[in-house]
């Protein structure tokens, strides 16, 4: 997947994603756990431990928050962040940037190439292990593309790149 002696593409992450991770994770562990180990004390406190919704939904919780938080501080260990707003080279499609382009149809498409944790497909972002980047990396304007889809290959037309 990565070339030799470079980190896996699935590390990836803009500035922008590392730190909506470590928000994420702070709270998680400054507000949202302290408030949940709070209520399942208490509820601890109740008596029988095998009719008490408080107590079985908070630990519960506590389990999904704990895998959360051990999700988001390992990827955030091992991520490489990449800004790419320090692309020197911003005639090709590498990771951040924003690339419009042209299908078969001639409708005009733009998507965004992120990391894996941070792609939000709703806001135009794509993954850069997904099939779309993988067709669009290392592009330049002007060049066509073949995407393979499950309906058979689809030409695409880079019309523009951007870069923040």
Known sequence: MAESGTAPLSRYLSPAGAARMRAELHAL??????????IVSWAAGNGDRSENGDYIYG????????????FLSKRLDQAVIVDPAAQPVRDRVFF????????EGDALHTVTILGCDEADTARGEVS???????????????DEVSL????????LEITAIRYP
Do not use: F, N
Not at 29 to 38: D, G, S, T
Not at 59 to 69: A, G, P, S, T
Not at 148 to 155: F, K, S
């Open 59 to 70: 630990k519960r919780r506590l389990r999904e928050i704990d895998r959360r938080i051990r």
């Open 29 to 38: 562990l400054h507000e949202e756990r302290p408030k949940i180990v709070e």
């Open 128 to 142: 850069l292990v997904s099939p779309i980047a993988r067709a669009l990396l290392r592009s330049q304007v002007g």
């Open 96 to 103: 951040g940037a924003s690339v419009a382009y042209l299908d």
């Open 148 to 155: 393979q889809t499950p309906g058979g290959p689809v030409m």
